[in-house]
């Protein structure tokens, strides 16, 4: 069984007091990530989710690495 992984976007952050927030929930620092993210448009494909079809297709890609 592979592990599940659970992806937030949260803006406006304070590093440190979220860092703190997750220790006092038990939360373990298990390493450090530089991710970077990719956005195409993909032209004659119509675009799908969320209740829209206007405008081309997108594709998300992403690249992470240890650091």
Not at 5 to 13: C, G, Q, R, S, T
Not at 21 to 27: M, V
Request: charged share 30%.
């Amino acid at each position: 069984m592979t592990a599940t992984e659970f992806e937030a976007k949260i803006l406006n952050v304070e590093p440190e007091k979220i860092r703190a927030l997750l220790a006092e929930a038990g939360a373990e620092h298990v390493a450090d990530r530089f991710q970077r993210r990719y956005v195409y448009d993909i032209p004659d494909r119509p675009r799908a989710g969320r209740g829209s079809s206007h405008g081309p297709a997108r594709l998300f890609a992403n690249a992470s690495h240890s650091v």
